[in-house]
């Protein structure tokens, strides 16, 4: 059974940086989708940002410019950069991984928290 594990999570002021790994446990064939969600209290899980197999990115114009999505297929791992972060960034993040198995694979979260 294929496990995501996200980390990078934590707490940091508004301005600062934080990078987000998450790591499958073992190889996924056929990956073509990989995101991140990100959900608070009163927002159900909202994608931040996805990238597909063709290298094509796509963003919420809340994260637009400041956070950047990236991946190593070889090593099993998504990444997120994020700058200039904003108290309303905060939340837990989870990875998410499709495959042309088909199959779809979730992450158990990783808190974000930015004060202000």
């Known amino acids: 059974q294929v496990q995501l594990v996200e980390s990078g999570g934590g707490l940091v002021q508004a301005g600062g940086s934080l990078r987000l790994s998450c790591v499958a446990s073992q190889s996924i064939p056929g990956i073509n989708y990989m995101a991140w969600y990100r959900q608070t209290p009163e927002v159900e899980r909202e994608l931040v940002a996805h990238i597909r197999s063709s290298g094509d990115t796509t963003y919420a114009d809340s994260v637009k410019g400041r956070f950047t999505i990236s991946n190593d297929i070889a090593k099993n791992t998504l990444y997120l950069q994020m700058n200039s972060l904003k108290a309303e960034d905060t939340g837990v993040y989870y990875c998410?991984?499709?495959?042309?198995?088909?199959?779809?694979?979730w992450g158990r979260g990783t808190q974000v928290t930015v004060s202000p």
């Open positions: 998410k991984i499709e495959s042309s198995w088909p199959a779809v694979y």
